[in-house]
């Protein structure tokens, strides 16, 4: 009944094959870019609607998550899986982040000068001294990484850390076996995974680290 089985090969044009490429190839993201969505509003579903106390109709609500205050030392978790039916993906996306100035400022409520002046029993949010008078307060410098190798199965979660020397001021590569000194330019890696910074105003002066506050 068939005279031949063997499938015909149709070669694909260049723009298909290019759109291909491009679909497989990781995105590059910021990290700015990265608490922008974090911190983007979004509509509720119609079965979330929030009913009003006062017209008691039901009403489509949205939800924002916002940055009230700041610790001395910032720990970001990059989301680096995520479920996909019953399998689980790794996200291999490059996210940029800056070695130093990470500016938080865009990314923390604005809030009026009386909510500063509250008394700390009236509310949960208990604001760190100083912060909020002096610009400098939002602005951090990275002092560590965490990367991430292989998959959730079977990845390796500190196959490769690095950390600044707050002697020399010089990154350094930390695995099972050996430390490497490293250069600025391999500190920011597809493969990071846990980022540390401090707040730029906590840095002790004694550390080679105060020096980019100039």
């Avoid at 990275?142 to 190798?149: I, S």
Wanted: charged content about 20%; aromatic content about 12%.
């Amino acid at each position: 009944l068939f005279v031949n089985t063997e499938e015909e090969y149709i070669p694909d044009s260049e723009s298909v094959r290019q759109q291909r490429e491009l679909h497989h190839q990781p995105q590059i993201c910021t990290l700015s870019q990265c608490f922008q969505l974090y911190t983007k509003e979004e509509q509720l579903a119609p079965d979330d609607a929030w009913r009003c106390p006062h017209c008691k109709q039901l009403q489509q609500g949205s939800i924002t998550l916002s940055l009230w205050t700041l610790p001395d030392v910032l720990i970001i978790h990059l989301k680096r899986f995520r479920q996909e039916g019953d399998r689980r993906m790794k996200l291999q996306n490059m996210v940029k982040f800056p070695l130093s100035g990470l500016d938080m400022t865009p990314h923390v409520v604005k809030r009026s000068q009386s909510s500063w002046s509250l008394p700390s029993h009236w509310s949960p949010w208990r604001k760190p001294y100083g912060l909020g008078r002096d610009p400098e307060d939002y602005i951090y410098d990275l002092y560590a990484v965490c990367n991430h190798h292989g998959t959730m199965q079977g990845g390796h979660y500190t196959g490769k850390s690095y950390c600044k020397n707050s002697v020399d001021g010089q990154w350094y590569c930390f695995d099972d076996s050996e430390v490497q000194q490293l250069s600025e330019s391999e500190v920011c890696k597809q493969t990071a995974y846990i980022l540390f910074y401090q707040r730029r105003t906590a840095i002790p002066s004694w550390s080679a680290n105060s020096s980019v506050a100039g």
